[in-house]
């Protein structure tokens, strides 16, 4: 049931957020709703990532959170996808 899901914002537009989205999607037990990104990166502003719109950068936290909730999605977690790096 979507009201039982946390709303989650993800940080960084990077190939483990896409596995993340892509896990949290299909999985049996959902749990998260993903209702938005940001990414420090200006190019991606606007963009949308598997149909999640990227609200902005970190510094729009506070902004994107007041948004989202205004909307009726309010934000209870921030989940960072950080690139990993090879070695």
Aim: with cysteine; aromatic share 4%; glycine share 6%.
């Amino acid at each position: 049931r979507e009201a039982d899901l946390r709303r989650v914002l993800i940080l960084g537009v990077t190939p483990e957020a896409e596995s993340f989205m892509r896990l949290a999607r299909s999985s049996e037990r959902k749990r998260f709703l993903i209702v938005g990104m940001l990414d420090d990166e200006a190019s991606n502003r606007g963009r949308r990532v598997q149909g999640v719109k990227v609200l902005g950068r970190l510094c729009d936290l506070a902004a994107a959170t007041r948004r989202m909730a205004a909307r009726g999605y309010p934000v209870s977690a921030l989940i960072v996808a950080e690139q990993t790096r090879d070695k």
